[in-house]
């Protein structure tokens, strides 16, 4: 029975409509899962439901003997839950055969777990190897995911673990996970014994990898702003890994379901709120621009034109040179050699709106140049603009959430009715579990 | 007769013995290693099994090696039988307890994560643990070896092989002339032997362990 189910398992069921990319990730779902320790009377994780989609990358967050890595590990089995159910891409897989079903599913784990006698090309090849890849393959495949997790595979290749830093065994680590493409990844704290600007690093990675391979990801961390950064949906968990809320970033952040989940959010949630956008997705304001090569004449003409006090300068390239005010040109007589204030801030149109905020604040105008990906300009973003479109952004969450909230509770108000109405449900639910095990 | 020349007549005998005496060590090594590794696979996981088997294991090493010898001979035997069964059970000790504790000591989070994409016990066993355990082993094996290269003189009382029978000859016929020879020879012999078999554990530990956990 576990052959065929292993057989199965790569291709995702046929319900969810993106069986063309067999490998971009499997829907989870737990249904139930609980453990149970021996000699403890209270479950270690207790009931646990839930629907992670295909592609998404879920966080389960919480403090620490929560059960939160519990739960991961009996998604691969390596806990073997005494009760419930989990399906991987439809498919059940709560009794095949848990060593083939740990070769589909990549796994990466704090201080990256990586064998250290052991190259990192060996290390890397060791589940392709595992389920049967031909060496050159391996081989190919070694490469092409050290290029992924940013590393040069010349360089790394020959290279022990211990000739590497935390960070870049992470990568390694992450690489190894990855290797043999795995519908699903799991990831036990991995970044939690790097330092923070490694940490920060290897985060960026980690959503650039996500972008590009759509795996279903699950990331268990303690810490919530790394929570809020990765997860498209994150899951606050309490003691027994009962779910608090199981949402986008933006909805924990705005409307926190209770009193534990806004514990957790902790103090300066509107703060963090602005992590999670990007300049690109507000409102930029155009600013009258010249160039170094415009005559004086022309620049003067430009000024009292656009109505502005202020003008930019762009160098030759179209970069953000200097901010000239009406009258810096009235000092200039004739050269702009030393007219004006140098910009000397710049925020990309990739970053966050707190980024943006921090420079707004630090300038001494209030106003920051957006650039494009050569440093070239594209806009400005003020106080004024940033205030509006924080606001805008409240309130759209406030609404989203509190739609959510609704149909939550209109979701639990029915279950409550169904469970109320009889114990038929479950004695049904148990009842399935056993016919098709026969 | 002076010691040198007394090497110089003897040396036939001498390397005979001598070979006799390396090649038995080298043999009761090898099974004392796999016996010794594979106590150590069964039993590290429990407690008590670990600690039940380096106490066996230690108990055995607590009796005198003549004793021993002694008591094998009605048993199996004089000549080769007892001192091969002798040299194995004194060589398991060091093995036996480095293997607990090398095994022992391998990382958790690593074991998690060779469980984790997937190996099944035997291949961590063969690919994760025991390569990372094998430092510890090979100490323990050339302790072992040390010490078993001085139990194996004891192996001529039971009419076994090696450089013993010189040591014993010579005690056998003190006052004689070529007594102080014969023991000093059959001593220095073992010592030699032991420094060869030193330096070829450091070879053989520069070959198999891995560069990654070389110290």
Known sequence: MSETSAAAMPTPAPDEGDGARAATGATIRLENLTKRYPGSSEPAVDSVNMEINAGELVVFVGPSGCGKSTTLKMINRLIEPSGGRIRIGGEDVTHMDPVKLRRKIGYAIQSSGLFPHMTVAQNIGLVPKMVGWSKARTAERVEEMLDLVGLDPGEFHGRYPRQLSGGQQQRVGVARALAADPPVLLMDEPFGAVDPITRDHLQDELIRLQHELHKTIVFVTHDFDEAIKLGDRIAVLRERSHIAQFDTPEAILTNPADDFVSGFVGAGAALKRLNLTRVRDVEITDYPTVTVDDPLQEIFNRVRASGTNEILLLDRRGRPYKWLRRGDLMRARGSLARAGTLVNDTVTRDATLRDALEAVLTDNAGRVVVTGRRGEYTGVVDMETLMNSVHELLEADRLEAMENQHELEEARGEQTRQAQEGVGGAAGGAGGGGEERA | ?215
Do not use: K
């Open chain 2, 1 to 215: 007769m002076n010691f040198w020349d007394y090497l110089g007549s003897r040396h036939q005998q001498l390397l005979a013995d001598a070979y006799q005496h390396a090649s038995a060590v080298f043999q009761c090594m090898v099974v004392a290693t796999l016996l010794g590794v594979l106590i150590g696979v069964v039993t590290y996981r429990s407690d008590w099994a670990g600690n039940l088997a380096t106490t066996a294991t230690a108990t055995l090493l607590t009796i005198p090696s003549l004793a021993m010898i002694g008591l094998l001979i009605p048993v199996v035997g004089l000549g080769v039988p007892p001192t091969v069964i002798a040299l194995v059970l004194y060589g398991l000790l060091p093995i036996v307890r480095n293997a607990i504790v090398g095994l022992r000591g391998v990382d958790p989070a690593l074991v998690d994560a060779a469980t984790g994409i997937g190996m099944s016990r035997l291949a961590r066993l063969a690919r994760v643990e025991l390569p990372l355990a094998w430092p510890p082993i090979l100490t323990g094996i050339r302790v072992s070896t040390q010490m078993l290269m001085g139990i194996a003189a004891i192996a001529a009382y039971a009419s076994g092989p090696g450089l013993g029978n010189e040591i014993f000859r010579g005690i056998a016929s003190l006052g004689s002339r070529n007594a102080l020879n014969q023991v000093l020879s059959g001593t220095l012999g073992i010592i030699i032997l032991a420094l060869l078999f030193d330096a070829a554990y450091v070879v053989v530990g520069r070959l198999t362990i891995p560069r990654g956990i070389r110290v």
